[in-house]
C-alpha cells in the first residue's frame, strides 16, 4: 500500500506535468500568408488597400489638380496585390483631387513615388491550445484549440515621395488593418467580428 506521501508526490508531479502542458500551449503564434485563397482573405486585402488610400490627406494634393500624375509605385516583388494597390491608388487620385493620371513620366507634369510596405495578410491565435502536429498523418501547424482569440487581418501599409519630380516632400505611413476575429474552442468557433 503507498504511503500518503507517496500518493501526494505523484499527484504532484502529476500536476506539475500538466501545468507545463498547459503553459506550453498558452502562447500565440503568427503566420503571415501570401496567398488569396477564398474570399475572406481577398476582402481583407482589398479592403485595407481601400481604406489606406481613403486616407491620403487633402492637403498633400491640394495643388495637384488639373495636372497631369505620374504613379510610380514599389513594394518587395510585383505582385497583383501591388497592381490592385496601384489602380486603386490611381482612381482614388483622379476623383479626389481632379488629376490626370499617365502612364509615362514624359507626360507628367507630377510624379509620386509610393513605397509599399505591406499589402497582404497575417494570422494570428492567441490562448491555449494543444499542438499536436508532431502527430503522423496531421500538418506542422495543427492544434487542438481549448479557448483561444484567432485573429485574421488584412493589412496596407504605405507612404509616399510627391512634388514636381516625385522626391521633394515625404508622407506620413499610413497604415489600415481590416480584421475578422473569432473565440476558438475544442468543438466550435464563434466569429466576434465580421468584414463590412
Given at each position: 500500500m503507498p504511503s500518503p506521501n507517496s500518493t501526494v508526490a505523484a499527484t504532484l508531479a502529476r500536476l506539475a506535468a500538466f501545468a507545463i502542458v498547459i503553459a506550453m500551449a498558452g502562447c500565440s503564434s503568427r503566420q503571415v500568408q501570401d496567398s488569396l485563397v477564398g474570399s475572406t482573405a481577398q476582402r481583407l486585402v482589398t479592403h485595407s488597400i481601400d481604406q489606406v488610400v481613403g486616407e491620403i490627406p487633402e492637403e498633400n494634393f491640394a495643388d495637384?489638380?488639373?495636372?497631369?500624375?505620374?504613379?510610380?509605385?514599389?513594394?518587395?516583388?510585383?505582385?497583383?496585390?501591388?497592381?490592385?494597390?496601384?489602380?486603386?491608388?490611381?482612381?482614388?487620385?483622379?476623383?479626389?483631387?481632379?488629376?490626370e493620371i499617365v502612364d509615362t513620366l514624359e507626360d507628367a507634369d507630377r510624379v509620386i513615388q509610393v513605397f509599399y510596405t505591406s499589402l497582404g495578410t497575417d494570422q494570428g491565435k492567441l490562448g491555449f491550445f494543444l499542438p499536436v502536429g508532431y502527430i503522423p498523418g496531421l500538418a506542422e501547424t495543427t492544434s487542438i484549440n481549448l479557448v483561444t482569440l484567432e485573429q485574421f487581418h488584412g493589412v496596407a501599409e504605405m507612404y509616399y515621395y510627391f512634388g514636381e519630380h516625385g522626391y521633394e516632400q515625404r508622407s506620413e505611413m499610413l497604415q489600415s488593418r481590416v480584421r475578422t476575429d473569432a473565440i476558438g474552442l475544442p468543438v466550435i468557433t464563434i466569429p466576434i467580428s465580421q468584414l463590412p
Open positions: 495637384f489638380a488639373g495636372q497631369r500624375l505620374y504613379i510610380k509605385s514599389h513594394f518587395i516583388e510585383r505582385t497583383r496585390f501591388r497592381d490592385y494597390a496601384d489602380q486603386r491608388l490611381a482612381v482614388e487620385l483622379s476623383r479626389r483631387f481632379d488629376v
